[in-house]
């Protein structure tokens, strides 16, 4: 393995974030839970001061290699958090695997591409966000345990897939596809929205012409932030089960400046991170995180990266060395606590282990984030797919 | 592969209503600009921030006293003030050269998106619908809201357009538009039209910004979202015909509507900006547009 | 040389141009004048391919014009000034006549010309219109005359054998329409003119032969002489 | 005779270059009175200095015993003051009737408004048989004759025309020559500007000759006729 | 303040070109000596200034401002990308194959608005609507152009021995091929060509009667843009290894809009120029002002587009 900068004095540690273009809300949050991160751990990792540097990926594959370029090859940093979505988290991997050799935790990939195409996953990466092969059978089961927990009369064998029409939609609605086939069910039908639609009537027009009772999918912040609202203007969620995977609607309103007029009745989802849960780590999360600056509420894609830098920090901390070896060995197989729970690194392809479960967000009194779940989801994540 | 689906009478009427509420809210982005491009001539690229800045001062008035009709006055008012400022102070000597008005614009639209970025990050905000309920018409159910929009829209086309079909102030607009020294020593008060269609026109970006903040969450380059169409749509609509930009306006917003039957939308929006392109070619003067004028 | 039979051109429902015969004979001077709409501009633009006819020939060299560009009529070698000036405000006359005098299809090749290419022809044409000593006067700073002789000028260094003027003498002073005159007088013979204007003793008394038109037809075509005579003329045009 | 305009020590320049120098006229409520001089002599400079179209320039205008130096050309003319520009400046998009339309401002009656416009129809036939062309199409000489009428409708106190009669064929020349006979004689004040001296002489009470921006005769008439003067001022 | 500036104008004019000249030449070729972590960021400049100039040629002389320039570039990285990813070809393949689709589709996109001359303010609005088509399709065509995801990814191949993978070896690479294909440009805007772009500009009706057809002269400089820009556009995916929707996207339009107008329309050199300062002073603002570059960038521009219209060029050239 390569160099890594093993013998500076303090640990330097990079970060590339989509602080603009469309996944700018996503990079946000990440960044936030770096903060975050810096409290918890006091700004420091083997007693002394560690370094964080932050680079725009702007949303976009090529902007995210440049910037993984100057942290790796100007900075010198000893690990790369990020970026976001799959595309950037791609780009910067096959930088990584090539050129750059240094550990590389990401935050949000979630496409089957990153995950398991060989030319893309490699030594170096580190998932902690499950993998569309995660969700969409996962969201498939609570599909099947819905009728269980709705009083309405409805056929969970048929769905309808909604998503925007780009890779992480295109790719989602193949594997939700797969995993309604596998339980005998089947996708009637799919709306692939255009990026940067503002007006989905039409849209929402067809979702409740669909054949299925159920509406499910994989959207992004945005998407979810256009639609929810306007689909209960339309009073969707009476005639529809709409249940999505990634979080939304359940983090969703956590994260957004919702409002609290957009109601949540008729919205399920599946999630890894349940703001409710009462652990240690998880109660100092929210506290840092509601003592900095903004208007939102702790969330997945915060507790993400602030998991990933924890990670690192103890790995760092345990081995004593920064070098480049150490970390990835340390990291693979490594278990600890989480705000999402228990937590591990799978050594076979280094993707994050930990449970699920299926519910929906009420509305809450405070600045808690009220979550009721309805069914647990232990030990989903799928045989290893890419031999490192 | 194309295939036709049958549609029964209901969806019909949901479809087509989908269809006039896209294209009113096109048409109220698309009228400011058609006022201020079809008639100074000005590619006014800070239209889309005016209607982001509407959209936001709607969102912050909301924050502060929880009244949208409130947000939805005061950041009209307020949006027109700036474009008042903006004409007055900024913009006024350079009406005559189309490509440097573009220019500028672009640059005053780039610094006020980014300073929203800046200020708001660039996270998205939800307004809240200040009229909830879905009503009954025509057989269908159908959210009151976006029939209000619809119901502004027109009353905003009639409105405009009788203004400038019917008033002397329509006609004194025209001729400052076409040739101000003339117009000046015709006895019309140039200055003063220049400034009343800027700032008329403002008012109406930051009308359907404010408008659209409850259909869809705002951030801060919406804009561009929206006026890359509304510019096609006053140029297919012929250039200074407002009656124009609105019937292009419904058309567009119908093939939306009703295009993703046969298509998928992605592919509906390619279609429809290259028709507008394809329509652009054919006649640059638009559907109302006059014929070419000689010297 | 160049005649048109039966041009016609209509705009809606108004015929500008109706049913129009003319021939310009090699190396006279031809004069076409009119009552204001008469058609004048209208036949002119016919010509020179600014607008397509509705009907009619135009046969130049034994060629037809018609459908052709305006650019490949003055490559042809039809060249016209306007009733308008027309230049390059921020050029120097310099650069017009090096417009004008070089090849105007190649492009490509023109990275390899130099500065100094063409500079006898640039010199001659200048003489011709009394521009020698104004070859580095950027075009907006002459005077109006001049930029009228500019206009001439660009046409003569261009190479053609037709010439068209539109009202070159509009907007000039008495010692300027001389000057115009003389210049005209100099291109008998070696080039064939067609002249449009309202000046009529200027037209009258350079003009080997003139065409009256009026509500776009021909009133007649005769010599200066006769025209000024004809009744007809006398009562849609001269109003004497 | 009580006065109208008066304009003195008038400069006027483009740019840095001084096309006027010390120019002072005044015109009385009936008198009709003539700007002579070969081109470029500045006489389009001066009227455009009487409505303020101009770059820069100093000395008084005063009209109506008002200072209008510095008012800009619309506050001017609704002062009863019609502009004949030598560019005629037809509204291209617009037609015949709607120029005319625009040039009267919106205190005049429906009935007025039409009376005042038949009246241009009755005057120059041309323009009622193409009223709803559009000015851009017009020809040259129709432009001319739509520009007149569009001052005429103001039913103006004061006319500036500047050369009414450049571009036009001799025939309409003599149209137009009539109609100014008939304008003269009203009860409203009347500047031209024109080369064409001897075609003006007959119609004005009083002359001024301007050289290179410079006022450098004025007179009656019988003194303007002298062919000295316009040996020393107008040819060559 | 106009007599600050007339200082400076007097100080630049008083510098001897030619020195000036060699001292810049010396610096571009030392840049990999003297700022060895910078030359990835100088390569990328370089390169954006060629970008800049190929688009002031339609916009500063042929005076059509076109709102697509990216489309072009993105074409370029795109079919390089796609040629090396998808197809396993040769890089240099795509240099070539490049600049031919670049040059088919500008004819295609640029025939009819330049033939039937639809005026300036259409052909803003024509190309506006072009970008986003090629931006929507983009992202929509996964199975052609990876979608979101983009095209990568690879590293430039070894040409004689030397690898030009490496920062030092692509920034000579870079630097010699844009000196090249920047000369010609000067030459062809130097000759008698730049001569009729200007004279059409000002008076187009005028150039048709003195035989030119100007809409093939427009033509031609549209088409030698879209090709160059289609080269930078090949020359930079090279450089960042991956083909990504930014590329065609509305805000590098922006940018090169704002180079060319800081630098000065219609000077070659100012636009080239101003691309390498921007983005190096991008690059210096984003680590003291996080998100703020761009307010602050659209800032500059407005300043230069109120006060300076003429650009930095305008500012240092001779007043008449
Ligand atoms: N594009 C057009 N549409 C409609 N009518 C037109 C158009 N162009 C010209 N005309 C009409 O055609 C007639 C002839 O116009 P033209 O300009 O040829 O006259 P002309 O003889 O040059 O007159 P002038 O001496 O006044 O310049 C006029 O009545 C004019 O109104
Ligand atoms: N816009 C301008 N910029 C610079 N100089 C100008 C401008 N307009 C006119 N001039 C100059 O001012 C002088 C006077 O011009 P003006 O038009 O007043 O003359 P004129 O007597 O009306 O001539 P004509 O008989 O040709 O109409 C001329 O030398 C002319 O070149
Ligand atoms: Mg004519
Ligand atoms: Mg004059």
Redesign the interface.
Same mark, same amino acid.
């Given at each position: 393995l390569g160099g890594g900068g093993g013998g500076s004095d303090s640990v330097k540690i990079g970060a590339v974030m989509a602080l603009s273009g469309p996944f700018a809300r996503t990079g946000e949050e990440n960044q936030r839970g770096l903060e975050v991160a810096e409290d918890y751990l006091d700004g420091e990792i083997l007693d002394s001061e560690f370094e964080l540097i932050i680079e725009d990926g702007e949303s976009d594959p090529n902007a995210s290699i440049q910037a993984a370029r100057t942290l790796v090859e100007d900075e010198d940093v000893d690990a790369i958090i990020g970026p976001v979505s799959s595309g950037n988290s791609i780009s910067v991997m096959q930088y990584i695997k090539e050129d750059g050799q240094v550990p590389h935790l990401m935050t949000t990939a979630s496409s089957v591409e990153a995950r398991e195409n060989p030319e893309n996953c490699n030594e170096y990466g580190f998932f902690i966000w499950p993998s569309n092969r995660h969700l969409a059978p996962t969201g498939t089961q609570f599909i099947q345990d819905l009728p269980n927990h709705i009083d309405r009369d409805f056929d969970p064998s048929r769905v309808h897939y909604v998503s925007q029409d780009y890779a992480l939609g295109q790719n989602g609605l193949e594997l939700v596809e797969e995993s309604m086939n596998e339980v005998g069910g089947e996708v009637t039908g799919s709306t692939l929205v255009p990026l940067g639609e503002t007006d989905w009537s039409s849209y929402i027009s067809e979702i409740a012409n669909s054949e299925a009772d159920v509406v499910t999918g994989v959207l992004t912040w945005g998407a979810a932030a256009q639609l929810m609202p306007q689909a209960n203007s339309f009073g969707l969620p009476e005639e529809k089960v709409m249940m999505f995977n990634s979080g939304k609607p359940i983090g969703q309103f956590a994260a957004s400046t919702m409002p609290d007029e957009v109601t949540v009745d008729g919205w399920f989802g599946t999630h890894f991170y349940n703001p409710g849960l009462d652990t240690d780590v998880n109660n100092e999360f929210q506290s840092l995180y509601n003592e900095l600056d903004s208007s939102l509420l702790p969330n997945s894609t915060a507790g993400a990266s602030f998991e990933l830098m924890r990670a690192l920090a103890t790995v760092i901390e345990d081995s004593g060395s920064t070098a480049t070896d150490d970390i990835i060995s340390g990291l693979e197989g490594l278990e600890w606590d989480s705000v999402f729970g228990p937590i591990q690194f799978r050594e076979e392809d280094h993707q994050a282990a930990l449970n699920f479960f299926g519910g929906r967000r009420v509305a809450s009194d405070g600045d808690a984030t009220e979550v009721e779940v309805f069914e647990e989801y232990p030990d989903v994540i799928p045989d290893a797919r890419c031999s490192l | 592969m194309l295939e036709i689906p049958l549609i029964t009478t209901e969806n019909f009427i949901t479809y087509a209503l989908n269809g006039l509420s896209r294209g009113m809210i096109i048409f109220l982005v698309a009228s400011g600009l058609s006022l201020i491009f079809g008639l100074i001539g000005l590619i006014n690229f800070a239209h889309g921030a005016m209607l982001a800045l509407g959209g936001y001062g709607t969102y912050v008035v909301i924050q502060a006293t929880g009244n949208f009709w409130l947000g939805l006055v005061i950041s009209v008012v307020l949006v027109a003030v700036l474009g008042l400022a903006l004409e007055r102070k900024v913009l006024y000597w350079i009406y005559d050269e189309p490509l440097l008005g573009f220019l500028s614009t672009f640059g005053i639209g780039l610094v006020i998106e980014e300073a929203l970025a800046v200020y708001f990050g660039s996270r998205s905000y939800t307004v809240p619908s200040p009229l909830p309920e879905s009503v009954q018409v025509l057989g269908v159910s159908y959210p009151s809201y976006r029939l209000f929009v619809i119901l502004v829209g027109a009353v905003v086309a009639l409105g405009i357009g009788l203004i400038l079909v019917k008033t002397r102030l329509g006609l004194e607009i025209h001729a400052t538009a076409n040739m101000q020294p003339t117009a000046e020593i015709l006895g019309v008060d140039t200055a003063r039209i220049y400034t009343i269609t800027f700032v008329l026109g403002t008012a109406l970006a930051a009308l359907a910004g404010a408008l659209t903040a409850p259909i869809t969450s705002m951030y801060p380059t919406i804009g561009l979202d929206y006026i890359t169409m509304a510019f096609l749509v006053i140029i297919v609509g012929g250039m200074g015909s407002f009656k124009g930009s609105f019937v292009v306006s419904m058309i567009v917003g119908q093939i939306i509507a009703f295009g993703w039957l046969v298509l998928s939308p992605t592919y509906v929006r390619i279609l429809v900006f290259a028709a507008a392109m394809v329509f652009i070619l054919y006649k640059p003067r638009g559907f109302f547009g006059k014929a070419e004028v000689h010297e | 040389m160049l005649s048109v039979e039966g041009l016609t051109k209509k705009?809606d429902s108004?015929v500008a141009v109706d049913d129009v015969d003319m021939e310009l004979r090699s190396g006279e001077i031809h004069g076409l004048i009119? +009552? %204001?709409?008469?058609g004048k501009?209208t036949t002119v633009n016919l010509i020179?391919g600014e607008l397509t006819p509705t009907s009619g020939t135009i046969e130049f060299d034994g060629t037809d014009l018609v459908g052709r560009? +305006?650019?490949?009529i003055?490559?042809q070698g039809i060249?016209?000034s306007?009733?308008?000036v027309? @230049?390059? +405000?921020?050029?120097t006359v310099r650069? =017009?006549l090096?417009?004008?005098v070089?090849d105007?299809?190649e492009? *490509?090749r023109?990275?390899? %010309?130099r500065q100094e290419d063409y500079g006898p022809q640039i010199r001659e044409v200048a003489e011709r219109v009394h521009l020698e000593d104004d070859l580095d006067t950027?075009a907006k700073n002459l005077? =109006?005359?001049k930029k009228r002789f500019l206009d001439i000028a660009?046409v003569l260094g261009?190479d053609s054998r037709v010439i068209l003027f539109d &009202?070159p003498a509009?907007?000039? %002073?008495?010692? &300027?329409t001389?000057e115009v005159k003389a210049i005209l007088e100099n291109l008998r013979g070696e080039y064939t003119v067609l002249i449009v204007e =309202?000046d *009529?003793d200027l037209v009258r008394s350079i003009s080997d032969r003139i065409t009256v038109l009026h509500n776009g037809s021909v009133l007649t075509t005769d010599t200066p002489e006769n025209v000024v005579e004809n009744p007809q003329v006398k009562e849609? @045009?001269?109003?004497e | 005779m009580s006065e109208l305009l008066t304009v003195e020590d008038l400069n006027a320049f483009y740019g840095d270059s001084q096309v006027l120098f010390d120019v002072s006229i005044e015109l009385g409520t009936n008198d009709v009175v003539g700007i002579f001089g070969r081109n470029g002599m500045g006489k389009t400079t001066l009227l455009n200095s009487l409505v303020n179209r101009i770059d820069r320039k100093t000395g008084t205008v005063t009209y109506r015993g008002q200072d209008v130096s510095a008012w800009s050309p619309h506050e001017i003319v609704r002062e009863g003051i019609a502009y004949v520009p030598e560019e005629r400046e037809i509204y291209p998009a617009l037609s015949v009737r709607e120029n005319l339309e625009l040039a009267m401002t919106s205190d005049i009656g429906d009935d007025a408004r039409e009376e005042r416009i038949q009246n241009v129809f009755t005057q120059f036939e041309r323009l009622g048989e193409r009223q709803e062309q559009r000015g851009g199409t017009l020809s040259g000489g129709e432009q001319q004759m739509l520009a007149i009428g569009r001052a005429l409708v103001t039913d103006p106190d004061l006319l500036l025309l500047d050369e009414p009669t450049e571009g036009l064929a001799p025939a309409i020349i003599d149209d137009v020559v009539d109609i100014l006979e008939s304008l003269v004689t009203g009860d409203r004040a009347v500047l031209i500007a024109e080369q064409n001296i001897n075609r003006m002489l007959p119609l004005i009470d009083r002359g001024y000759m301007i050289q290179t921006g410079r006022i450098v005769e004025e007179g009656d008439s019988d003194h303007l006729s002298d062919e000295a003067i316009h040996d020393k001022y107008l040819t060559v | 303040m106009s007599d600050r500036l007339s200082d400076v104008r007097g100080f630049v004019r008083g510098l001897p070109r030619r020195p000036l000249l060699a001292v810049g030449v010396l610096l571009l070729l030392a840049v990999p000596f003297l700022f060895p972590s910078q030359s990835d960021l100088a390569t990328e400049a370089l390169i954006f200034g060629l970008f800049a100039i190929s688009v002031d040629i339609v916009l500063g002389y042929a005076g059509l401002l076109s709102l697509a320039p990216a489309a072009f570039f993105g074409l370029g990285s795109y079919t390089v990308a796609k040629l090396v990813v998808d197809y396993g070809q040769s890089f240099w393949l795509g240099f070539p194959l490049a600049i031919v689709l670049a040059l088919v589709l500008a004819l295609v996109v640029g025939y009819v608005p330049i033939k039937r001359r639809i005026g300036n303010v259409y052909f803003v609005l024509f190309t506006l609507a072009f970008g986003a088509i090629v931006h929507d399709f983009t992202f929509v065509t996964t199975w052609l152009t990876g979608g979101s995801d983009g095209l990568g990814f690879f590293g430039p191949p070894e040409v004689l021995g030397i690898d030009l993978g490496g920062n030092t070896e692509y920034y000579y690479f870079t630097l010699v091929t844009v000196a090249i294909v920047g000369y010609g440009l000067y030459l062809l805007i130097k000759s008698d060509y730049g001569d009729i772009l200007h004279a059409t500009r000002q008076n187009e009706l005028r150039m048709r009667y003195l035989g030119y057809d100007t809409n093939r002269e427009l033509m031609i400089a549209w088409l030698v843009s879209a090709a160059v820009s289609a080269f930078a556009g090949a020359v930079y995916v090279g450089l960042v290894g991956i083909a990504s929707p930014s590329l065609v996207s509305f805000a590098l339009t922006g940018d090169v809009i704002i180079w060319i107008i800081v630098g000065g329309t219609g000077t070659l050199l100012g636009p080239f120029g101003a691309a390498i300062g921007l983005v190096f002073v991008q690059e210096l603002l984003q680590n003291l002002w996080q998100g703020g570059y761009r307010l602050l960038l659209g800032i500059l521009f407005v300043v230069f587009v109120f006060v300076l219209p003429d650009g930095l060029m305008g500012l240092l050239r001779d007043e008449e």
């Open positions: - | - | 705009f108004v009119g +009552p %204001n709409g008469a501009t020179t560009s +305006p650019s490949a003055a490559r060249g016209r306007f009733q308008v027309q @230049y390059f +405000p921020e050029m650069k =017009h090096r417009l004008a070089r105007s299809t492009t *490509v023109s990275v390899f %010309n950027v005077a =109006h005359g660009m261009m &009202e509009a907007g000039l %002073n008495q010692s &300027e001389d =309202h *009529v849609v @045009y001269l109003g | - | -």
